[in-house]
Antibody, heavy 121, light 109 residues
Framework: QVQLVESGGDLVKPGGSLRLSCAAS????????MGWIRQAPGKGLEWVSY????????NHADSVRGRFSISRDNAKNSLYLQMNSLRAEDTAVYYC??????????????WGRGTLVTVSS | QSALTQPPSASGSPGQSVTISCTGT?????????VSWYQQYPGKAPKLIIY???KRPSGVPDRFSGSKSGNTASLTVSGLQAEDEADFYC??????????FGGGTKLTV
């Protein structure tokens, strides 16, 4: 069925690195913009990153720019988020999300269940 | 502090209507028709219920409707049902390839 499944969340020390993965199935992955949205415990949603269908375009929120990097492997129907120089404020559930088909219309119609990243010493 | 302002809570009785506001600025809500609304149950992933201000994805009941006036977007839930009790978040494109969210509203039925 149509779904997104995240993995890679873990407990990591401040300054550490982590790579999140998202496996997509049930739809033509190569046709869709993809992204990551996070939610700190008990808090609201925060957009993190997006990437275009062919990886030509990507952008990150100011709060993670220079530390996080989004990428995708269309051959593997997979989305990734490389997270470096992690801080306590990066602690959150990270959701893999599907954006628009062939363009980013700034809404996300398919969400994974999320993976928890905890940054603590 | 969130970029978009939502009331922390809203409530209504079964069968009634309730409207949740989402106030931004002329640089986000007021300038673009890329306002979306998401419904989230505790411990679950958010679900898209409104996109591009007033469009409903397939499968979303027409009891949910969206609108916008100036810098404020609104979500109206008509004919409230117990199953509508959840958190609701608005989002808006804010230019420069940036998306902003509201702080969320807890709806109690």
């Amino acid at each position: 069925q149509v779904q997104l499944v995240e993995s890679g969340g873990d407990l990591v020390k401040p300054g550490g690195s982590l790579r999140l993965s998202c496996a997509a199935s049930g739809f033509t992955f190569t046709d869709y913009y993809m992204g990551w949205i996070r939610q700190a415990p008990g808090k609201g949603l925060e957009w993190v990153s997006y990437i275009s269908t062919s990886s030509s375009y990507a952008n990150h929120a100011d709060s993670v720019r220079g530390r996080f990097s989004i990428s995708r492997d269309n051959a593997k129907n997979s989305l990734y988020l490389q997270m470096n120089s992690l801080r306590a404020e990066d602690t959150a559930v990270y959701y893999c999300v599907r954006g628009g088909q062939f363009a980013l219309y700034w809404y996300f119609d398919l969400w994974g269940r999320g993976t928890l990243v905890t940054v603590s010493s | 502090q969130s970029a978009l302002t939502q009331p922390p809570s809203a409530s209504g009785s079964p069968g009634q209507s309730v409207t949740i506001s989402c106030t931004g600025t002329s640089s986000d809500v007021g300038d673009y028709n890329y306002v979306s609304w998401y419904q989230q149950y505790p411990g679950k992933a958010p679900k898209l219920i409104i996109y591009e201000v007033s469009k409903r994805p397939s499968g979303v009941p027409d009891r949910f409707s969206g609108s916008k006036s100036g810098n404020t977007a609104s979500l109206t839930v008509s004919g409230l049902q117990a199953e509508d009790e959840a958190d609701f978040y608005c989002s808006s494109y804010a230019g420069n390839n940036n998306l902003v969210f509201g702080g969320g509203t807890k709806l109690t039925v």
